[in-house]
């Protein structure tokens, strides 16, 4: 079907920045929606920002302003410039990438994740 791999995340101050990427490869008919999504401890997973592949976005109010989303088509890959990061942005960020994969040539629904990659904001 299709898996994504991220990378990036890690330890920065708060204030600081990180990237997040993410590539998509596997029999991919076509993504519709790229996106990034995290979970804090003890808290639901929740929207951070998608991205269509035309390129219409959207944020979660709690970053607008501060990360960016970009994607290349081409190479399915997404990517999450975080700036300003405060510490309740702390958690583990996955990649989600909705769209068909090719079963044998016939387009099948595909909602894919990541395994997580971790951001730690210390304060």
């Known amino acids: 079907q299709v898996q994504l791999v991220e990378s990036g995340g890690g330890l920065v101050q708060a204030g600081g920045s990180l990237g997040l990427s993410c590539a998509a490869s596997?029999?991919?008919?076509?993504?519709?929606?790229m996106g990034w999504y995290r979970q804090a401890p003890g808290k639901q997973r929740e929207l951070v920002a998608v991205i269509t592949s035309g390129g219409s976005t959207n944020y979660a109010d709690s970053v607008k302003g501060r990360f960016t989303i970009s994607r290349d088509n081409a190479k399915n890959t997404v990517r999450l410039q975080m700036n300003s990061l405060k510490p309740e942005d702390t958690a583990v960020y996955y990649c989600?990438?909705?769209?068909?994969?090719?079963?044998?040539?016939?387009?099948?629904?595909?909602?894919?994740w990541g395994q997580g990659t971790l951001v730690i904001v210390s304060s």
């Open positions: 596997g029999s991919i008919f076509s993504i519709n929606t």
């Open positions: 989600n990438a909705r769209g068909f994969y090719s079963d044998y040539g016939n387009p099948r629904l595909v909602d894919a």
